[in-house]
């Protein structure tokens, strides 16, 4: 069973930052993202009734996030071989004040 607070930053060879998570119950609806400088940490709200708080977010990932528009989301799952992974939702997020 995968961790829901499992989850990684990549930056794409295109210079953009994107989150790799395990898939939610639910689909992603208007999502948006909040960054809390204070704490470092990035909100994600996937739709009005499911947010997560992501801690600890490396300072590199957290400078670029603060510079750009959307955060790119991967939403994967486990598949019966257990090398590999399936993408059930792949979206972009508004990063919003």
Request: aromatic content about 8%.
């Amino acid at each position: 069973m995968a961790n829901d607070n499992t989850y990684d930053f990549l930056i794409s060879d295109e210079n953009e930052v994107m989150l790799i998570l395990y898939s939610r119950d639910s689909a992603p609806e208007n999502p948006a993202v909040h960054l809390d400088a204070e704490n470092h940490t990035v909100e994600l709200y996937r739709n009005p009734e499911d947010a997560l708080t992501l801690q600890y977010v490396d300072s590199d990932i957290f400078t670029k996030l603060a510079e750009d528009e959307t955060l790119l989301v991967c939403e994967i799952q486990p598949t019966e071989n257990p090398d590999e992974t399936e993408i059930i939702y792949a979206y972009e997020a508004v990063i919003v004040e």
